[in-house]
């Protein structure tokens, strides 16, 4: 049972334009919310994360939205630049339950051309 | 300062044959995991370690996962008899533990195939 889900693989995206990578989720109980990136052969590095007394957080050109009532977050990367290419990680924590382990999705693999 | 370390970084065994990865954690953090990333899959978690409590195994796929955390620091990995579906890389994370505020730093991995 996948209870984080990237439904898409992959996304591309001309250099200066927004990107929009998005993530659905079916606990409820997930209270903590990350995107890491992952380059090839390194390990995933944390982007930016939202907690879910919030539905938005922005740090420079990255936002995540969180949609409690649709089970549902986004990042938005905007403008999206080269260097952003990598695949991206949703993933969410029950952090008073289940202590600090993160449930990942799928990862979506994002291309920025220039 | 060092970030978290694995060893070996690369590992061909033997399909059958016993195999142990290493993990180092950032100096000071308190706690530990273990995520694996078979071919185009999401990173699945494994175990995890927090201080003195007793881990999480929940997420080990058989009993011939384990994993032991010495001195609160170093962690070892280890699969018995291994089987092709354990080829993965295997990534250890450490986080000083905070509540709501933490964030997981990810070694390199160990890449593991059997052959």
């Known amino acids: 049972d996948q209870q984080v889900k990237q439904n898409s693989p992959s996304l591309s995206v001309q250099e200066g334009r927004i990107s929009i990578l998005n993530c659905d989720y079916t606990n409820s109980m997930f209270d903590y919310f990350l995107w890491y990136k992952k380059y090839p052969a390194e390990g995933p590095t944390f982007l930016i994360s939202i907690s879910s007394i919030k539905d938005k957080n922005e740090d420079g050109r990255f936002t995540v939205f969180l949609n409690k009532s649709a089970k549902h977050l986004s990042l938005h990367i905007v403008p999206s630049q080269p260097g952003d290419s990598a695949v991206y990680f949703c993933a969410a924590s029950e952090t008073y339950n289940q202590g600090g382990k993160l449930i990942f999705g799928q990862g979506t693999e994002l291309s920025v051309k220039p | 300062g060092a970030g978290v370390s694995q060893s070996p970084s690369n590992k061909v065994t033997e399909k059958g044959k016993d195999v142990e990865l290493r993990c180092d954690p950032i100096s000071g953090h308190t706690a530990l995991y273990w995520y694996r990333q078979s071919l185009g899959q999401g990173l699945e978690f494994l175990i995890y370690?927090?201080?003195?409590?007793?881990?999480?195994k929940s997420g080990l796929p058989s009993d011939r996962f384990s994993a032991e955390r010495t001195g609160g620091s170093v962690s070892t990995l280890t699969i018995q008899r291994t089987q092709q579906e354990d080829s993965a890389v295997y990534l250890c994370?450490?986080?000083?533990?905070?509540?709501?505020?933490?964030?997981?730093?990810f070694g390199p991995g160990t890449r593991l195939t059997v052959t």
């Open positions: 370690f927090q201080g003195n409590s007793a881990p999480d």
């Open positions: 994370a450490s986080s000083l533990y905070r509540g709501l505020d933490y964030e997981q730093y």
